[in-house]
């Protein structure tokens, strides 16, 4: 399939090129030159000339690009360019539009209220309610509807992976080699975690599969947590009185992706505690 991918030069970006590369010919989508083997498309995310050109001749697009923070500039960037990036693919006639979303959409994550996130039950699935409250957050959330739109109206097959808190090398070793964690200061954002092998696989998953819903947003998450304490305890000690969908045991991950593996067959496969090592 011939697919263009955006934001190669993030922190997930490299891992899905590689991951990709195996079944497809890509194209990159670039502000700057990058080195590499495949062609890249030179051209900004928030032009929509610029998003026209990038995709004539694709049949399918993984939109990594992003602004991964409450910045200024995150919702210009963020909104913008997928609704121009939505309009090339209508326009260009796409069959398959895979976007990197985030857990943040619940509102978890860059809380600008004082009040607590309203948790209404563990582990979070895709049901649960998004009140996310930053503009990063605000941003990705409306990404999400603007895929269901495309998707309703004009048959694009779309799905936003809402990936954890994405770990490489660099995450894994700085969290194994931490002599004393402090549990407690994560306990906003539920401990979670994936590595960025399985995002990448996850992307070629979603890709790929032949009987992918039209549309669909899917939890991507590590099987376990960062923490050492098993996740009932954790539950116990920080949220007494939450509602249990399931009953988390072992370091079970706060965030369900059963929808994730039903629609395309995500299983995560790497945890943190095995270290990371070439394959």
């Known amino acids: 399939m011939k697919v263009v991918v955006t934001g190669v030069t993030g922190a997930v970006g490299p891992f899905v090129v590689s991951e990709l590369e195996k079944e497809h010919e890509l194209s990159l989508f670039c502000r700057c030159n990058v080195e590499t083997k495949h062609r890249v498309i030179l051209g900004d995310l928030t032009l929509p000339d610029d998003c026209q050109r990038a995709l004539k001749g694709a049949e399918a697009v993984v939109h990594l690009g992003a602004v991964s923070e409450p910045a200024p500039h995150a919702f210009h960037v963020n909104a913008c360019g997928t609704f121009h990036l939505m309009e090339a693919a209508r326009a260009q006639g796409l069959a398959r539009v895979i976007i990197a979303s985030t857990n943040c959409v619940y509102g978890h ?14 582990p979070i699935d895709e049901t649960h309610p998004c009140r996310p409250e930053d503009n990063y957050g605000i941003s990705k959330k409306l990404d999400e509807e603007m895929l269901a739109l495309y998707s309703s109206t004009w048959g694009i097959r779309t799905a936003a992976l809402r990936l954890n808190w994405v770990w490489g090398p660099k995450e894994i070793s700085w969290w194994a080699e931490m002599p004393a964690k402090d549990i407690a200061e ?16 996850a992307f070629r998953l979603a890709l790929g ?15 376990d947590t960062m923490a050492e304490e098993s996740s009932l305890d954790l539950v116990k000690r920080f949220y007494p009185g939450v509602k249990r969908m399931s009953e988390l045991s072992g370091r079970a991950s706060f965030f369900a992706w059963a929808k994730a593996k039903e629609a395309f067959g995500y299983v995560p496969q790497y945890s943190w505690r095995d270290g990371w090592a070439s394959e």
């Open 109 to 122: 994550c860059f809380r600008v209220s004082a009040r607590p996130f309203p948790l209404e039950f563990l």
């Open 186 to 201: 994560f306990t906003p954002y539920f401990w979670a975690y994936v590595d960025a092998r399985d995002v990448a696989r």
């Open 209 to 223: 599969a032949p009987n992918l819903p039209a549309h669909g947003v899917y939890n991507v998450s590590a099987a």
